[in-house]
């Protein structure tokens, strides 16, 4: 039995008759031969998630990610389609998954007035358990909070909210954890801890769901969905997009970085090219152009200290080649 | 009077011994640097690293504990309402109200800091063309994807052409086409002789700018251009060049 299964599930905020869609799964649907007002179309998205794993929902702001996890998290009902979580209905079962499930939502939801010890306390005891109980499972996280126990969660600093929303999400000890976009805003230092916490947890035989706007945390999941605009670009571990990618990618430099954008981008034989840090990552649609044919063409152009490499693309290359079809 | 500023600097941004102290705490500890006209200044550092407190003085929405600074020719500390007068200012959580239509706002922000009604008309068709917006004037900006707000939220910001424009985190969570999209309208920007002030959580934008500061534990600890800093650091990017500095942390607040 997979932790989370999810079948055809499709969400429209929009009410049928509007002929307006917002949400998840209207394109699939249409795909399909369905159309938005069949009662029970078939299409909408689906996807598994095995026990143990750290599957990765990756896709901008408004693609959708929240909906799932409020569907699986049983906050929100989907229009159609069907999941499951630990093998509960999220719609019948939905008392009994509450109690299996850890959810960190978006936003911070603790209470601002408790202090940290007091939020922990909370959670545990609505729970019907205690701190002690479970203490072996957010140690780690909670020791680094632990000086600041008598503070107000309001008080804290952006990263030790961030500790604390994850402590009293794992207090109940839960099969599977629901993390709606825990790195956001949060520094590159703080986030490589974050994933570290994660990996932890992972070994525990915790079942991880969770959603980021950063493309390069791909690789920490061991499968990911790429999401937009309410649907799946494509679902398989990093490794496999990664090989997938359709074109050769290369890495161009020179001392005119703008002009260089320009010129590669009227070049007829680049698919697209994107500034990617202090270099540009270029697709090339025709295999017979080389690096030192395309070194040649640069130069004529004026460019002074060219540098090009092949590279491996990554996952924001990737996304980006499926966004443009 | 305004012109004659500009003339006689090219010095858009001057921070001067800038500490900011909350009680005991000291946010910001003595910081000291300079942006120049047309150049785009990154301002890295950790959550809780100094930052928001930095870029509050500098719009002069809060008044530095000592130090002095200078914002488009305009003392931090008793010409405030001038500062902001001069500046735009676009973060990530405010920008637009999202029940006025696109027109409504861009009106809305081009009142408030004084221009004329003729100046927002002719102004108005000029950014729909250019933003290719035309379509969009009279929606509601709540009824717009993240990325064509957000790519208007930067263009009112800077539509009474201010000498320097702040941007907090202006492309978080947005698509990765959209935020280099958002990029080639910052260096539209500084061609037209805009200053931009930016703080970014992806390193990839900070290799997008002239120069980089990275602050840690409210002091500045490296300025230079991201070409410099990562010889200076043996760094192949400024993700190391940041995983580095911003490790020394000792502040336990974060």
Not at chain 2, 108 to 137: A, C, H, Q, S
Request: charged share 25%.
């Amino acid at each position: 039995m997979n932790a989370i299964e999810v079948k055809n599930i499709s969400k429209n905020y929009f009410p049928k008759e509007s002929g307006k869609f917002v949400g998840i799964g209207e394109r699939s649907i249409l795909q399909n031969g369905s159309n938005l007002n069949s009662p029970l179309g078939v299409g909408g998205i689906s996807f598994d998630v095995k026990r143990g794993e750290i599957f990765g929902l990756i896709g901008p702001d408004g693609a959708g990610k929240t909906t799932i996890f409020r569907i699986l998290t049983t906050l929100l009902l989907p229009d159609q389609g069907t999941a499951s979580v630990d093998g509960f209905d999220v719609v019948a079962d939905y008392k009994e998954i509450r109690n299996r499930v850890g959810y960190m939502p978006g936003r911070f939801s603790l209470y601002q007035d408790l202090t940290v010890e007091e939020n922990l306390n909370f959670f545990a005891t609505v729970f019907n358990t205690t701190i002690e109980e479970n203490y072996e499972l957010v140690k780690d996280i909670y020791q680094q909070i632990e000086p600041f126990k008598k503070r107000r969660a309001g008080k804290l600093s952006g990263g030790m909210k961030q500790k604390l929303a994850l402590c009293c999400a794992l207090i109940h000890k839960p099969s599977v954890l629901f993390l709606d976009e825990p790195t956001t805003g949060v520094d590159p230092v703080s986030r490589k801890e974050f994933w570290g916490m994660l990996k932890k947890l992972k070994e525990q035989g915790i079942t991880i769901l969770v959603s980021t706007p950063y493309m390069d945390e791909a690789s920490q999941c061991d499968r990911i969905a790429l999401i937009q605009n309410g649907e799946f670009l494509k679902i398989d571990t990093p490794d496999t997009i990664i090989e997938q990618y359709r074109n050769k990618l290369w890495a161009v430099k020179s001392d005119s970085m703008y002009k260089l954008l320009t010129d590669l981008r009227a070049n007829e034989q680049t698919k697209n090219c994107f500034a990617f840090g202090d270099k540009h990552h270029v697709s090339i649609d025709n295999i017979q152009l080389t690096i030192s044919g395309l070194k040649e063409l640069l130069e004529k152009k004026g460019h002074l200290n060219i540098d090009i490499k092949e590279i491996e693309p990554t996952i924001e290359d990737c996304f980006m080649q499926l966004i443009q079809g | 009077m305004d012109d004659k500023i500009q003339q006689n600097t090219t010095k858009v941004i001057t921070a001067e011994n800038l500490t900011k102290k909350f009680g005991h705490f000291t946010a910001v500890d003595n910081i000291s640097f300079e942006v120049e006209r047309g150049e785009i200044f990154g301002f890295l550092g950790a959550n809780g690293a100094g930052k928001t407190t930095a870029m509050r003085m500098l719009c002069g929405l809060s008044i530095p504990t000592s130090g002095t600074g200078l914002v488009a020719g305009y003392d931090i500390e008793n010409q405030t309402e001038l500062v902001k007068k001069s500046i735009g200012y676009m973060s990530q959580k405010f920008s637009l109200y999202d029940d006025l239509k696109v027109w409504e706002n861009i009106e809305l922000f081009g009142g408030i800091y004084g221009m004329k009604d003729k100046e927002i008309k002719v102004k108005t068709d000029e950014l729909m063309k250019v933003l290719n917006f035309e379509n969009e004037r009279d929606k509601l900006v709540g009824s717009l994807p993240l990325g064509f707000k957000q790519k208007l939220a930067f263009s009112v910001s800077i539509f009474h052409t201010p000498r320097v424009v702040f941007l907090d985190e202006p492309t978080g969570g947005v698509d990765p086409i959209t935020r280099r999209q958002f990029w080639e309208l910052i260096y539209d920007a500084t061609s037209k002789g805009i200053t931009v002030f930016v703080t970014t959580h992806y390193m990839d934008e900070a290799e997008y700018c002239d120069r980089v500061s990275i602050m840690v534990d409210g002091r500045i600890e490296a300025l230079d251009s991201p070409k410099n800093l990562k010889k200076q650091f043996h760094a192949n990017s400024m993700d190391e060049v940041f995983q580095q500095l911003a490790r020394k942390s000792t502040r336990l607040a974060d």
